[in-house]
C-alpha cells in the first residue's frame, strides 16, 4: 500500500499524517487520528453521520479520500467547541433534549453549524432541506429542529 | 477498498496530460467530485487503477459568464454552482438539475462533470445541459475537442470518451430574450433519492407567448436522457396553452422503454414522465414570458 | 413513597449526564474502541438464499500474508448441545441463535454467516475472505407465505414440527407455530352485525434502521477469561447468548456496552459477539469487528412480513359485535416472529365478547426476524385499527366515537385474559376529540386518520447500585444502555426520592463486572422496572442516613424522619430537645465516623408493568397526479402513567410515530427471485428524511400506574403501534383509497386512483 | 382451587384449555401440572402468567388466593 504524507489545517491545528491513497478521509481521521467523534453510519454518503467541514463545507468524509485533503481546512465535531466553551449548537442540542443515542449528532452538529455560519436566520423550511443529508432513526426530526432554530437566534444575540 | 495505486492531482492541464501519458496502458479513472466514483471503488470496481483528480486546475473549476457564452469547469462543485446568482438567472432550470443531487453534504461535492460520465439514465444534471443545447471540451492524449454534451452519454455507465480523456468544461450559449429552462424530478422522499423521472425543458417564446423554440429532455425512461424531439414539435409555433401543454404531456407518457425496478414500474414512470413534461414545461414558458 | 402528585424533580427535563460527551464527539460507541495489537475481522455472507453447505476449505484463506485465523461453523460446539430459551427479552431457541450466528449444515437466507477470518487489515480480512472454498448444494428458495405454507413446499428445516395445533402434526413443516386464542361465539357475534368489513391487509419486510452498524471488539486473556466491548441493548444478554453459544461458563466472559447508537430491539440478541471471540481466541489478538450497512440490511433482524385476514361485525350503533383476525407472520430462516404479540395485542384496544384470533408463525428464506418495538403489535394494528376506519366510514359514524364506543378499560379482560388495572386508552380518546387538531380545516386531497395501539410494556429483571460520595453527591449505577436519555430518568428518580439537586446526581452505565444484572434496555421497561430498583435503592440508603442521624442523636432510628434530603427527629423526640435537623451532605461527610460509607443496592423482578395506549392523529396530502403522500400534520397522544423526563417522553412518541410514518409510506425490503434483497442501503430503504416531515406534536397523558412508586409506565413502544393506520386512514380520508398493503408509495397509490 | 386456562400448545398437552387445580402457589400449581402432564413442564416455566388478571413474567412463589384465576400466556417480547 503505497501511503501519502497529507498536511491539512485540522479544527484549526497545522496537522500531518500518512494515509493510503484509498482511505477514505473517515477512516483516516478514525483510524490513524483517533478522531472517532466522526461516526461511520452506512460509507456511502446516504447517513451524513459522517459530516465534516472541508474548507467550510459541510461533506461526507466517507465519499472523499484522505489524499484529497491535502492543503484543505478540515472540521470536525471535536472542533466544535471552542476553548472549554460549547457551541451555541452543543448547547440548544442539550437543552432541547434534541438528541436521544446521540450518533447522528456529531454530523448534524457540524452540518448545522454550516448552515448557520451562511444562513444566519434560516426557516423551518430550509433548516430541513439543509439536514435531509443527516438521518435520524430516534428523534423524528423535531426537536433537532427547534434546537438549530434556538441556536440560530441565540448567535443573532436574541434572547430564548 | 481495494489496493492502492497512484493518485495525481495537477494544477493545469497540460500536467493532467503528462500524468496520463505516465499512465498509458494502466487503467485510469477521472475524479472529480467522487459521489458515485468512490462508492463504486468501495464496491470493488477499479482496483488497481489510477485516480486523476481534476479539481485543482482553472479550467475545470471555474465559472465564467462571457458576454456570447457560459462556461462551467467540469469538476465545479454544485454548492459553487447553485450559488452563483447571475448562472441561475441565465439558467434556472439547469442549476434546479444539479441542485437536486443528494444531500447538503454531496452538493459540496457533486459536479456536472461526474455526473454526466458516470452515465446514469437517472442523472439529474444531464437533462438541462441537453436541452440547454450546450458542447464540452474534452482534453486527452490526442488533443482538445468540442462535442455537443448529448453525444456524451452511449449507454448506462458508457460513455463516448477515449481512453485517457476527460471534459475540461460545458460552453452553453447566452439564452436569448424570452428563453427560459426548468427542471422537475420526481422521488418518494423529498431528498436523498435517484429520480423515478426527470424532466428538462428550455424553451423560447415570442412576445405574444407563441412557442418560437422548444427543447424537452427527459432522464430515467430510456438508457441515455432521451431528446423528446415530438415533444417539443407539438410545442413549436404554438400558444403555449393548457391543451397543448396536456397534449405535449400525452406524447411525453409514450416515450422511451422505462424499467421496472426497485425504484418504480415502467407504467408509473411513462405516467409520470407526462405529469413532470407538462409541469416542467408550465414553469419554462412562466420564466421564459417574463425574460423578455 | 406516598403518590405524591407534585414533584420537585419528576417531569422536568434537566440536561441529561452525558449529554455533553455526546455532542462534543467523546462518547465512544461500538465502532470507537480499541484495543493494543488489535487485528480486524470479516465475515464471509451466504450468496444464495436455501441451501447445504458441502464443504468449506479455510485453508487458502490462512495462507494469504496478514490473515491470523479463520473459523467456521466447526469451530464452535453442535448447535443441537446448544440447550433451552435465551433470557433474552424476545424468547428464543437457543439451537436457533447458535445456527444464526453461525451457518452449520444449511444456509437459509441470502447473508447467511458461513465463515469468518481476522486480518492484520480490514482488506487483508476482505482479501482473504475470496479465498475460503465454499460448495453449497442449492435448493429452491421459499421466499414468502404463499411458498412457505404450500403442500410440497422445501422445507427449511427438516425436523421442524408445528406447535400449538390441537393433534400433535407427525410431518414437518415451515410453519412453526400456531396461536389461538378465543372468546364466545363468532356466529351468533356476526349475526349481531348490521355490517360486516372484510379485508386482507399485508405489511411488508422492515428494519429498525438504526444509523449505527453493530460492532463489537473482543480481546481472549491467556487465563481464559474474555472481554467484549459491544453495542447492545442489553450487555448480561450478550454474555450469557455468547457463552452458550461457545459453550463457555459465561463467568469467563464480561461484557462492556458502548453507547448504542440506536436499537429499537434489533440489538436485544447477537450475531457478531460469538465470532469475535472465536477469532480473538485462535489468534492471541483482541479483534474488532464493524458490520458494512449492507450486513445490518442483509443480515440482522429486521421485523416480519405478515398478511393479516380481518373479519369484523359491527351494528348501527357503532358496537363490534363480533372480530375473527387470522394473522401469517414470517419468522425468517428460524422460527420466533413475533406473531404471539402480535395475535395478543390485536383487538387489545377494544371490550369484546365474541373473538377468534389465530396466528402462525411461518419460516421463510430471509434473514431471522429480531424485536422491532412493540414486536408484532403494528402488524395486525395496522389491519384493526384501518378495518374499524372502514366500519365506522359505512356506518357514517366518527371514528373517534366508534372506538370510544368499544374501548377496554379498568376491569376489561384481555384478549389474552389479563384483566385491566388502571388504563389510559378513553383519555388518551378524548384527549384526540379535544385536541384543536381533530377539529382543524383540510383543503382538497387532504385527509385525517386517527387510530389508537396498545403495548404491554415489561418488567424483567434490573438491578441499581447507589454510593453517596463524601460530598452528599450520588453515583447510581445500572446496566441498563440509555438509547433515550434513561440516565437523565435515573438521576430524576434518585434525586427525588433522597431530596437532593438533580444536579447532584450522576448516572452511569456499568459492565457486567459492576452492575448487577439487567435485563435488556427494551420492551419499554427501563423507566419502570430499572427505576424501580433505583428508588429501592435509593430507599435503603434513606434508611442508613436516618441510622447514622439516630445514632448521631442518640435516638432509635424509627425516631427519625426524612423529608426534603434532611433527617429531622420526629415531633415526640424533638419535643423539648433543640434538634438541627441533619442534610444528606453533612450526614455523608460524618459518615466515616458513623459507620462508614453509604451506600446500597436492590434488584428486583418487576411485576405489573402496567400496558401503555396510545391513539395518534395524522393529516396527509395526496399528489393525485403522482400518487405522493405528504404528512402535513401529525399529532401522537399517549398514556405514560407519569413522565420523569418530560422532554425524553415526547422524544419516544415523535421518534416512534415516526418509524410507523416511514413504514406506512416507503419502508420495505425488495427481494429478486433468488431470495437476494435489492435495496440494502439509506439510499433505497427509503426512512424519512428531515424533510419529509412536519413537527410532531405530542400529548402526554397521565393515568398512573400503581405499580410504580411515581406512577410510571413504560413510552417507547406504543408509539409506532396506531402510526401505520394512522396514515393509511388519513389517504383514504384524501383521495377515497382504501390502501391494504403497505407501504403506500407513489407508485401503488396512483395505480389505485387511476383504476378507482 | 385455581381456575387455570391454557393457550397455545398447552391446550393439547392438557387436552383441555380450562382445568381446576388445587394449589396455594404459582410453585404448587405447575409442580401439579408438570405432574400430570411431564411434556409440558419446560413450556409452563417459560410462560408468562396471569393471576387475577395481573400479568407476571417469572412468575413463580406468588400465592394463589381461594379462587384464584390464572392463565398461561404465551412469553411478551419486546423491541
Avoid at chain 2, 34 to 51: E, F, V, W
Avoid at chain 3, 531 to 551: C, F, N, P, Q, Y
Avoid at chain 3, 732 to 741: C, G, N
Wanted: aromatic share 4%; net charge negative.
Amino acid at each position: 500500500m503505497s501511503k501519502q504524507h497529507i498536511t491539512t489545517t485540522l479544527n484549526g491545528e497545522p496537522t500531518e499524517f500518512l494515509c493510503d491513497t484509498r482511505q477514505t478521509l473517515l477512516d483516516t481521521l478514525r483510524n490513524e487520528l483517533r478522531l472517532t467523534g466522526t461516526k461511520e453510519g452506512c460509507a456511502t454518503g446516504d447517513c451524513g453521520a459522517c459530516t465534516v467541514l472541508l474548507d467550510g463545507k459541510a461533506t461526507c468524509s466517507c465519499l472523499v479520500l484522505g489524499v484529497e485533503a491535502e492543503g484543505k481546512d478540515i472540521q470536525t465535531i471535536e472542533g466544535v467547541a471552542h476553548e472549554g466553551e460549547l457551541h451555541p449548537l452543543q448547547t440548544a442540542f442539550l437543552n432541547n433534549a434534541a438528541l436521544q443515542c446521540g450518533v447522528c449528532t456529531p454530523g448534524i452538529i457540524v452540518a448545522a453549524k454550516a448552515l448557520l455560519e451562511t444562513h444566519p436566520n434560516p426557516t423551518e423550511k430550509e433548516v430541513r432541506y439543509w439536514l435531509s443529508g443527516n438521518l435520524c432513526r430516534c428523534t423524528g426530526y423535531d426537536k433537532i429542529i427547534h434546537a438549530v432554530m434556538d441556536a440560530a437566534s441565540a448567535m443573532r444575540g436574541e434572547q430564548p | 477498498m481495494p489496493s492502492a495505486s497512484t493518485y495525481s492531482r495537477p494544477s493545469s492541464l497540460d500536467e493532467a496530460l503528462t500524468f496520463i501519458q505516465s499512465t498509458s496502458g494502466k487503467a485510469l479513472k477521472i475524479l472529480a467530485g467522487g459521489t458515485d466514483l468512490l462508492i463504486q471503488m468501495r464496491a470493488g470496481l477499479y482496483p488497481d487503477t489510477a485516480l486523476l483528480d481534476i479539481k485543482n486546475i482553472p479550467e475545470t473549476m471555474s465559472i465564467t459568464i462571457e458576454p456570447n457564452q457560459v462556461r462551467i469547469g467540469a469538476a465545479a462543485a454544485a454548492s459553487e454552482i447553485c450559488a452563483n446568482i447571475q448562472l441561475r438567472q441565465l439558467y434556472p432550470g439547469l442549476v434546479e438539475g444539479i441542485e437536486y443531487i443528494g444531500s447538503t453534504q454531496i452538493q459540496s461535492r457533486a459536479t456536472f462533470g461526474g455526473n454526466l460520465c458516470n452515465a446514469s439514465p437517472a442523472a439529474d444534471g444531464v437533462p438541462a445541459l441537453i436541452a440547454a443545447g450546450g458542447t464540452c471540451l474534452i482534453v486527452g492524449p490526442e488533443g482538445r475537442r468540442i462535442n455537443p454534451i448529448s453525444t456524451i452519454c452511449t449507454g448506462p455507465g458508457e460513455t463516448a470518451l477515449g481512453q485517457g480523456e476527460f471534459i475540461a468544461e460545458f460552453i452553453l450559449p447566452i439564452p436569448k430574450p424570452g428563453s427560459a429552462d426548468a427542471y422537475l424530478r420526481f422521488t418518494p422522499r423529498n431528498e436523498m433519492d435517484i429520480a423515478v423521472v426527470g424532466v428538462a425543458a428550455n424553451l423560447s417564446v415570442d412576445a405574444d407567448g407563441t412557442c418560437t423554440r422548444a427543447q424537452v429532455v427527459i432522464g430515467a425512461i430510456a438508457p441515455t436522457a432521451l431528446v423528446a424531439s415530438d415533444v417539443a414539435a407539438c410545442l413549436v409555433d404554438q400558444p403555449l396553452t393548457p391543451k397543448i401543454i396536456d397534449k405535449a404531456g400525452e406524447i411525453a407518457s409514450q416515450l422511451g422503454s422505462p424499467l421496472t425496478d426497485k425504484r418504480g414500474t415502467s407504467e408509473y414512470r411513462h405516467q409520470i414522465a407526462g405529469v413532470l413534461t407538462k409541469r416542467a414545461i408550465k414553469i419554462a414558458a412562466e420564466r421564459a414570458k417574463k425574460a423578455h | 413513597m406516598s403518590a405524591k402528585t407534585t414533584y420537585k424533580w419528576i417531569g422536568s427535563s434537566p440536561v441529561r449526564p452525558d449529554g455533553v460527551d455526546k455532542v462534543t464527539g467523546r462518547a465512544n460507541f461500538g465502532a470507537d474502541h480499541s484495543e493494543p495489537g488489535m487485528i480486524y475481522g470479516k465475515v464471509l455472507r451466504s450468496p444464495i438464499a436455501h441451501g447445504r453447505i458441502q464443504s468449506i476449505n479455510l485453508t487458502p484463506a490462512l495462507q494469504v500474508p496478514g490473515v491470523l485465523a479463520a473459523i467456521c461453523g466447526d469451530d464452535f460446539p453442535d448447535a443441537d448441545a446448544v440447550q433451552g430459551m435465551s433470557s433474552g427479552e424476545s424468547p428464543a431457541d437457543m439451537r436457533d441463535i447458535a445456527r444464526n450466528v453461525m451457518a452449520r449444515d444449511k444456509v437459509l437466507y441470502h447473508g447467511h454467516p458461513i465463515a469468518a477470518v481476522a486480518a492484520m487489515s480490514p482488506e487483508i480480512a476482505d482479501e482473504a475472505l475470496k479465498h475460503i472454498q465454499v460448495t453449497y448444494e442449492a435448493l429452491p428458495p421459499v421466499l414468502n407465505l404463499d411458498q412457505a405454507m404450500a403442500k410440497d413446499a422445501p422445507l427449511l428445516h427438516e425436523d421442524q414440527i408445528t406447535r400449538g395445533l390441537p393433534k400433535k402434526p407427525t410431518q414437518a413443516s415451515n410453519i412453526a407455530a400456531v396461536l389461538n386464542l378465543k372468546r364466545g361465539d363468532l356466529e351468533t357475534g356476526f349475526s349481531q352485525a348490521d355490517i360486516i368489513i372484510e379485508e386482507t391487509y399485508t405489511t411488508p419486510t422492515a428494519h429498525q434502521g438504526y444509523i449505527e452498524p453493530h460492532a463489537v471488539i473482543a480481546r481472549c486473556n491467556e487465563d481464559g477469561r474474555a472481554a467484549i466491548w459491544c453495542c447492545t441493548q442489553g450487555p448480561f444478554v450478550v454474555r450469557s447468548l455468547s457463552a452458550q453459544v461457545l459453550g463457555w461458563d459465561m463467568g469467563r466472559i464480561k461484557v462492556t456496552p458502548s453507547e448504542i447508537g440506536g436499537g429499537f430491539g434489533g440489538k436485544t440478541t447477537i450475531y457478531l459477539e460469538p465470532l469475535a471471540v472465536k477469532l480473538a481466541e485462535k489468534s492471541g489478538r483482541p479483534v474488532k469487528m464493524v458490520m458494512s450497512r449492507e450486513d445490518v440490511f442483509r443480515a440482522t433482524g429486521p421485523t416480519s412480513a405478515s398478511r393479516t385476514h380481518v373479519k369484523l361485525g359491527m351494528n348501527k350503533a357503532g358496537k363490534i359485535t363480533a372480530a375473527d383476525v387470522k394473522l401469517e407472520c414470517e419468522a425468517g430462516a428460524f422460527k420466533g416472529s413475533p406473531m404471539q404479540t402480535a395475535c395478543m395485542t390485536a383487538l387489545t384496544c377494544y371490550d369484546l365478547e365474541n373473538f377468534n384470533i389465530t396466528g402462525y408463525d411461518v419460516v421463510v428464506n430471509k434473514p431471522k426476524a429480531a424485536a422491532y418495538r412493540a414486536p408484532g403489535a403494528p402488524l395486525t394494528a395496522f389491519a384493526v385499527e384501518s378495518a374499524i376506519d372502514q366500519a365506522a366510514k359505512r356506518l357514517g359514524l366518527d371514528p373517534i366515537d366508534i372506538r370510544l364506543n368499544n374501548a377496554a378499560k379498568e376491569g376489561t379482560v384481555a384478549p389474552y385474559g389479563a384483566k385491566f388495572p388502571p388504563i389510559g386508552l378513553v383519555e388518551t380518546l378524548q384527549a384526540a376529540k379535544a385536541h384543536p387538531h381533530y377539529c382543524a380545516p383540510l383543503k382538497p386531497n387532504q385527509g385525517r386518520g386517527i387510530a389508537s395501539g396498545f403495548w404491554f410494556n415489561a418488567g424483567m429483571q434490573s438491578s441499581a447500585a447507589i454510593n453517596l460520595n463524601e460530598n452528599g453527591t450520588a453515583t447510581v449505577i445500572t446496566a441498563s444502555p440509555d438509547i433515550g436519555g434513561s440516565r437523565a430518568s435515573m438521576a430524576l428518580m434518585t434525586a427525588e426520592t433522597l431530596g437532593i439537586p438533580y444536579a447532584d446526581v450522576n448516572a452511569i452505565v456499568a459492565d457486567t463486572e459492576a452492575a448487577g444484572y439487567c435485563d435488556v434496555t427494551g420492551g419499554s421497561r427501563t423507566t419502570f422496572a430499572t427505576g424501580r430498583a433505583v428508588i429501592m435503592a435509593a430507599e435503603k440508603v434513606i434508611v442508613s442516613l436516618r441510622e447514622r442521624a439516630a445514632a448521631l442523636w442518640e435516638l432509635k432510628p424509627e425516631q427519625v424522619e426524612w423529608r426534603d434530603g434532611q433527617a429531622h427527629p420526629d415531633s415526640e423526640a424533638s419535643a423539648g430537645a433543640d434538634i438541627k435537623p441533619l442534610s444528606l451532605a453533612e450526614l455523608a461527610l460524618s459518615a466515616a465516623k458513623t459507620g462508614g460509607p453509604i451506600s446500597a443496592k436492590a434488584s428486583l423482578t418487576a411485576q405489573g408493568a402496567g400496558g401503555g395506549f396510545g391513539t395518534q392523529i395524522c393529516d396527509v396530502e395526496v399528489d393525485p397526479e403522482t400518487g405522493k403522500t405528504e404528512i402535513i400534520r401529525f399529532t401522537v397522544i399517549q398514556d405514560a402513567g407519569k413522565a420523569i423526563h418530560r422532554a425524553y417522553v415526547e422524544g419516544q412518541l415523535q421518534g416512534g410515530a415516526v418509524q410507523g410514518i416511514g413504514w406506512a409510506l416507503n419502508e420495505e425490503y425488495i427481494y429478486d427471485e433468488k431470495g437476494c434483497m435489492q435495496n440494502a442501503s439509506f439510499l433505497d430503504y427509503r426512512m424519512p428524511v428531515a424533510l419529509d416531515l412536519p413537527m410532531i406534536d405530542t400529548v402526554i397523558v397521565e393515568v398512573p400506574n400503581p405499580n410504580h412508586p411515581f406512577g410510571v409506565r413504560g413510552v417507547g413502544e406504543t408509539p409506532i403501534v396506531p402510526a401505520l393506520a394512522a396514515v393509511a386512514n388519513a389517504i383514504d380520508s384524501a383521495v377515497d383509497a382504501r390502501m391494504t398493503d403497505l407501504p403506500i408509495n407513489p407508485p401503488k397509490l396512483l395505480k389505485q386512483l387511476s383504476t378507482a | 382451587m385455581a381456575r387455570v386456562v391454557f393457550t397455545g400448545d398447552l391446550i393439547r398437552q392438557f387436552g383441555t384449555s380450562e382445568l381446576t387445580v388445587p394449589a396455594r402457589s404459582i410453585k404448587a400449581l405447575i409442580q401439579a401440572l408438570s405432574q400430570q402432564c411431564p411434556e409440558a413442564a419446560d413450556t409452563l416455566m417459560e410462560m408468562a402468567i396471569s393471576i387475577d388478571g395481573e400479568i407476571h413474567q417469572q412468575a413463580f412463589l406468588e400465592k394463589l388466593s381461594e379462587e384464584a384465576e390464572v392463565c398461561f400466556i404465551p412469553p411478551i417480547g419486546a423491541g
